[in-house]
């Protein structure tokens, strides 16, 4: 297993990554087998590295969606498809060591700002190193951003009436506590996705009683964790290569026939997932208020229950469901708007993550502030106002990690591209003839989690041709970036040396 030491980074690398999760160490793989005369580091404000899987260690965290394609393409996945977090982070510590990449990551390194010089063609970057308090300092010719897209300080937390006043314990998953005692205790779970489908039926049994207040329903879709054609494939000896290859096709393929099925026939889906939930419920159980969503299924990511785990336990009466809002926190619990009072002596608040903005990080183009949200995407990897910057943002309809490995492709034929052309920088120039209205980074008419409805305003922005947008149709996308042009006029490169 890798481990979390924290020798200083070199001073300068020609491309930095920052981030040390499921896309850091995707970056940092592609990068070591395309870009072999490429220098790197990756850089981590943890202690090691997982990112998503390293801080989020509540009861029952587990992936959504199957490892066959949340794991990369270069190393096989052998579990049950469906992996805890902590499977999860060992399968990345063991890419980490089997690619021996392990020389290249650097932790406990929170970089504050960033500084693009044109005159040098590099950003100076600058942090704090947690294990000692002091600051470091780094350059680099290409910025390489794969900061995830939540907070991991600190999850959200809406500001609800009379919060101050209550007594009892609130938890955010995101900050799991070491001793959460829950025995014999009054728990309410305030969520409706994927976080509290996983954690409910986790912690049901302990405590005296648990209730899950959510504003609006989600989607659920429930199946056993297995995945039977990889069973019979290794029960033929099948090389484990070739099993992961199998069923990622057959994964992708399965979800984009879900994905056009749910686009073409919303109302149908809509209610196949419904009856789904329904039949694993006593009979007269009020579907309509608690399992019937107000959104369409395309929209948000449609949560996976394993075994019925959590419809089991309402059904024997472990768990109990309010679809209401919050009038108000009292001392001992919370009163709904429509007048139900719920008692609690502790509160776990599964209600999402706050948008990370670029890591938290400030940006400077010759010493102007860069305004992210002034920003137009282009291709939703390269951004306007950033020179030799991108961001490695994940699918969002599928598992996240295939669209990290389209982007980790895609830079790094754009950094071959530079280097054969002796280009210094490269930087997206938007024509606002060719690109208005400008639109919002994710397109809330076709996908709208709550994460990216809060802080659209903070976020660059989309134009109106596919260039220059964040592509939600990975299956278009996997058939057009692997071809993109750079000779676009839409990509300014200069040359190197020249600002
Ligand atoms: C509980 C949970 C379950 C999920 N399940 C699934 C699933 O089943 N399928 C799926 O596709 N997606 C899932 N997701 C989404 C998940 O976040 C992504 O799949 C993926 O793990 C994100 O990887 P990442 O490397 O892009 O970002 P992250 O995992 O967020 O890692 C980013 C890293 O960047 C570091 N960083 C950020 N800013 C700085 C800075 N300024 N300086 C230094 N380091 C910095 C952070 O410390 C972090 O380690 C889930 C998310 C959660 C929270």
């Keep these: 297993m890798t481990t979390s030491t924290t020798p200083n980074p070199p001073r300068h690398v020609d491309v930095l990554v920052i981030g040390a999760g499921i896309a850091g160490i995707n970056a940092a793989y592609h990068l070591k087998h395309s870009r072999p005369d490429t220098t790197f580091a990756v850089i981590e404000a943890h202690e090691s590295y997982g990112g998503t899987w390293l801080i989020h260690t509540y009861p029952g965290v587990r992936s959504d969606t199957e490892l066959y394609t949340l794991g990369y393409s270069f190393k096989p996945w052998t579990g049950p498809p469906y992996a805890s977090g902590e ?104 969520g409706s996705g994927a976080t509290m489908a996983t954690l409910v039926p986790e912690i049901a049994d302990e405590c005296a009683s648990v209730t899950v207040l959510q504003r609006s329903p989600t989607y659920f879709f429930q199946s056993p964790n297995v995945e039977p054609l990889a069973d019979q494939l290794r029960s033929l000896d099948t090389p484990e290569e070739w099993i992961h290859d199998i069923i990622r096709r057959k994964s992708v393929a399965e979800m984009k026939s879900l994905t056009d099925i749910q686009q073409q026939f919303p109302e149908m889906s809509a209610s196949a997932l419904i009856s789904m939930v329904a039949a694993q419920l006593p009979d007269g159980y009020d579907v309509a208020s608690h399992f019937t969503p107000r959104h369409l299924p395309s929209e948000q990511r449609v949560c996976r229950i394993l075994d019925g785990d959590l419809l089991k336990k309402i059904s024997a009466g472990r768990v109990t469901m309010v679809t209401d809002e919050i009038e108000t926190f009292f001392r001992g619990g919370i009163t709904t708007k429509q ?161």
């Excluded at 183009?365 to 306007?384: A, N, W």
């Excluded at 754009?414 to 280009?423: I, K, P």
């Design 339 to 499: 007048g139900t009072t719920i008692p609690a002596d502790v509160v776990i608040t599964a209600t999402g993550f706050n948008l990370s903005v670029l890591g938290g990080i400030s940006f400077t183009v010759d010493g102007s502030e860069v305004d992210f949200s002034k920003s137009v995407t282009h291709r939703g990897i390269l951004f306007t106002e950033l020179p030799n910057f991108a961001w490695s943002f994940g699918a969002l309809r599928l598992s996240w990690t295939m669209r990290i490995d389209l982007v980790s492709q895609y830079l790094c034929r754009l950094l071959a591209h530079m280097e054969e052309n002796h280009f210094g920088v490269v930087q997206p120039v938007v024509y606002p003839e060719e690109n208005s209205p400008l639109h919002e980074f994710i397109n809330s008419s076709q996908f709208n989690p709550g994460y990216a409805q809060r802080s659209r305003n903070l976020l660059a922005r989309s134009g109106s041709t596919p260039e220059w947008q964040l592509s939600l149709d990975f299956w278009a996308e996997s058939d057009q970036l692997p071809d993109a042009n750079f000779l676009t006029n839409s990509l300014q490169f200069s040359s190197r040396g020249k600002p």
């Design 87 to 190: 499977a999860i982070r060992t399968y990345l510590g063991e890419t980490i060591e089997e690619f021996e990449l392990t020389s290249h990551f650097f932790y406990n390194r929170k970089v504050v700002s960033a500084q693009w010089s044109s005159e040098q063609q590099l950003w100076r970057l600058s942090g704090t190193d947690s294990s000692t308090g002091a600051s470091f300092e780094i350059t680099t010719n290409f910025l390489w951003m794969c900061h995830g897209y939540f907070n991991h300080d600190k999850g959200y937390t809406p500001d609800w009436p009379g919060l101050d006043e209550f007594e009892g314990r609130i938890i955010h998953p995101q900050r799991w506590p070491e001793n959460p005692d829950l025995g014999g205790k009054k728990v309410v779970v305030i």
